[in-house]
Each structure stands twice: as C-alpha cells, then as structure tokens.
C-alpha cells in the first residue's frame, strides 16, 4: 500500500477539455445539399461532374464493371460536350444558376436562424455533387467543434439517388472521425404544410398574373420505375405532394396532369413523360399551359432548360399557343420561412 502511495504522488492529471480544443461560439451546425452543378459551362468541366454523378451507385444501379465500361468508354466521350452547350444557355455572369440561388437560399436561412439562436447556429452549403463538396462542409464543422450537426437535403421527396446518395457522404466523412456528433437528419418534406403552401402561393401568384391555363402541369423528375418497384417511396410522395398541392389550390382533376421528366437512357422510367403529355395537351386543343415542377427546390437546367424550353418548343410545335413555366420556390420568403420551420425542431 505504502508503495502505490509514493508512486501515486508522481503521477499528474493531463489538461482535460470540455471538447476539442478549437470549439467555438456554435453549437449546431445546419448544412443544406442540393444536388451539385459543374464549376463551368465547359466539355470538361461536364467531364469531371458527370464522373462523379454517374459513378454513384445511387443513380445507376447497373452492375458496376459494365456499367464503368459504358460510362468511361462511351458516356463521358460524347455527352460532356453535348452537356456544356445546354449549360451555356442558362448560365449566368454570376455563375451556375443552381449555385447561384442555393447561396441565396443559404443566407436566408443563415439570417432567420440567427435571429432566434444568434451564433449558436452555423450554417453551411455544400453540393452532393462537385464543389462545395459534403466532406469539406462537415470538416468546417468539425473545426468548430460543433456537437450536433443537422443535414437539410433540399430534395422535397425522398429519393434513393438524391436524398439517400446525400446521407451516404455524410456517412462516409463523419465515420472516419474520432468523435462523431450528434446528427439529424430531414429525409423528405414532400407533405410539409409550409411548403405546400409555398407552392400553392406561387401558382396564385402566376394565375393572377397571367390567368388560368387550361391545364396545370406538375412535372417531377424523373426515374427508373425498376426503383419504384424495388421500394424507392418517390413516386408515392410525389403523389403525395400533388394531392395535398391540388387539394390546396382547389383544383379538379380535369384542371391538373402529373408527369415525370429527364429521362435517361433506355430503361422505362416513371410515367407519364411529361413531353408525351404536353404533345398531347397540344394536339387535343389545350391552347394555354404552364407547368411548374415542385421536385426542385431550386431552378436548374432541368427546369431552366429543358422546361422552359424545350417543353415550351413541344408545345408550340403541337400546336400550342400560350406557355408558362413557373419558376422554383427558390429564395422566396415563405419558402426559406417553410426550410427553417423544418429545421427548427431538431434545434
């Protein structure tokens, strides 16, 4: 006993921190992911994007030898170029139109949360896909010493390719960590009142302005029905939102259609294709449309371009007169009101 007395007089206690040494004036740390856009309007910009897009095995789900032999061999040689054209029609001085707003939509969350948390609450931006990326996102918030991290896929239905491909990077930066946070994670919001009500007030907004098409179209992206039929619940929020979006608006069935765009390859793919659909509005005498897509929480080249106009050339060419694209919720103020409201609870 006398011994473990004396040595026990040597020994000293080392300097224990409540956290890691660089903590911060943050607690929570809010990161927002959308879906990603190449750096520039370039073939080789595309290049290195589509690499990446398309080598998750999220979006494609062919078996991945072959599937590598077709993208490297085939896809990555001939659609960069095709790509980047499409890209130049939208893009802005400011950049990517998608990045663009995404920043938007980040400083106003940033700014409605700090007026009730202050700097508690850091929020960030980060892109599934090319820059910012995910991995950098959560090591700033790692940096801070920040001990709940929320992550907000701004995907309004759950999908496999986007909301799940946005929790597997989360997943594979936070497990290589010593000490993992407290994470939470939104998965859909596809039936959220706010954002219904978001949508409902757009689509007033434009009937006021423009008056009432003959027919409303809800286009959400597309999808391979094989992730349907293997339990993807994607189309059934997308049904979700568009009978909850209906039932706001008041709209009978005779003044909606729902469909599914960007399609990809040759596989089937949900249905009904919203080209299909415009054609045949056309071609049975619906001389005014417009067509809004409440898949994106963000204008993108799949709205900006191939909605806004290469729907609107379908339409025309059909024998359309009239065609509207109503634009995305982007930094709309009951939009933003509607992501902190979700965000809120896991504060």
């Known amino acids: 006993m006398s011994r473990f007395k004396a040595n026990n007089k040597q020994l000293h206690a080392p300097d224990i921190q409540d956290g890691p040494a660089n903590i911060g004036k943050a607690k929570v740390g809010v990161l927002l992911v959308n879906l990603g856009t190449p750096s520039a309007p370039t073939a080789s910009a595309l290049r290195t994007y589509l690499r990446q897009f398309l080598s998750d095995p999220r979006v494609v789900e062919i078996p991945r030898l072959i599937w590598m032999m077709i993208l490297h061999g085939i896809i990555l040689r001939v659609r960069p170029s095709k790509s980047a054209k499409l890209y130049q029609s939208i893009w802005t001085e400011q950049g990517s139109p998608l990045m663009v707003i995404a920043k938007q939509q980040a400083a106003k969350v940033a700014q409605q949360l700090g007026q009730d948390y202050g700097e508690q609450v850091s929020v960030d931006l980060a892109m599934r896909y090319g820059e910012p990326a995910i ?93 349907h039929t293997n339990g993807d619940p994607y189309y059934c929020f997308c049904h979700k939102t568009t009978r909850l979006l209906a039932q706001k608006l008041g709209l009978s069935k005779d003044d909606f259609v729902m469909t599914f765009q960007s399609r990809f390859g040759k596989a089937e793919w949900l249905k009904p294709y919203t080209d299909d659909v415009i054609e045949q509005l056309a071609a049975q005498g619906n001389k005014h449309i417009a067509v809004i897509s409440p898949a994106f929480s963000a204008d993108c080249l799949e709205t900006l371009e191939e909605l806004d106009v290469e729907s609107r050339k379908v339409f025309i060419d059909a024998g359309g007169e009239t065609f509207h694209y109503i634009k995305a919720l982007n930094d709309r103020d009951d939009h933003i009101s509607a992501i902190v409201d979700l965000i809120k609870p896991h504060l």
């Open 135 to 227: 991995d950098q996102a959560l090591k700033r918030f790692q940096a801070q010493g920040i001990g709940k991290i929320v992550v907000m896929p701004l995907y309004p239905q759950y999908a496999g390719p986007t909301t799940g491909s946005v929790f597997d990077a989360v997943v594979d930066e936070v497990k290589r960590w010593r000490w993992i946070p407290s994470l939470h994670f939104i998965g859909s919001y596809h039936d959220d009142s706010g954002y219904i009500d978001a949508l409902a007030a757009s689509i007033n907004e434009h009937i006021t302005a423009h008056g009432k098409p003959d027919k409303l179209l809800l286009s959400y992206h597309g999808m391979p029905k094989l992730f």
